[in-house]
């Protein structure tokens, strides 16, 4: 009687040691796969400041002291997706501290923040994170946009001599 007693307290242990290995291998793959989401967004909310910052400065060395009806945009080039996770960008105009969040649609926990340095010194730059009407109508503004859209853009206007307007939003038309 003690032979089948041991043999289901070894079986016992052996699926509860297994048990223990899958749920701890489960729990490490999701700390790389998390770690790996969250330097990819961080990549993609550094591209978009980055691009952002670009043409606030263009526009600035373009149009030097004058006021134009002229919004300067630049296409994005992002990514679909994100190891098939869908994902958006949005402005964030926080007190006056702007940056860039990308954000995984269905994790909103898995975020990545990129800070919008503006040091002009003689402009004023005013980041759009709400509904602006721009001169030129082929484009959009947005605070969001969604990954994947190949219609993406990053533009700037300067609506006065002393300040700027800039911000994210999408093409129509495709071009």
Not at 17 to 36: C, H
Not at 119 to 147: F, H, M
Request: glycine letters at 6%.
């Amino acid at each position: 009687m003690d032979v089948p007693i041991a043999h289901i307290i070894g079986t016992a242990a052996l699926i509860a040691l297994v048990i223990s290995v899958t749920l701890a291998y489960q729990i490490v793959v999701d700390y790389v796969e998390t770690n790996v989401l969250k330097a990819q967004l961080k990549q993609i909310a550094e591209y978009v400041s980055m691009n952002l910052v670009n043409i606030i400065t263009l526009t600035e060395f373009a149009y030097g002291d004058v006021s134009t009806s002229t919004v300067m945009s630049k296409s994005l080039k992002l990514p679909k997706d994100i190891s098939g996770k869908t994902y958006r960008v949005r402005l964030v105009n926080e007190g006056g501290n702007c940056y860039v969040q990308a954000e995984l649609i269905t994790r909103t926990d898995l975020t990545a923040k990129s800070s919008i340095p503006l040091n002009s010194a003689k402009t004023r730059v005013i980041i759009v994170t709400g509904e602006i009407q721009l001169p030129d109508d082929s484009i959009t503004p947005s605070s969001v946009v969604y990954g994947g859209n190949p219609n993406i853009v990053v533009w700037c206007w300067k609506n006065s001599s002393s300040s700027m307007c800039a911000g994210i939003g999408l093409r129509t038309g495709g071009s």
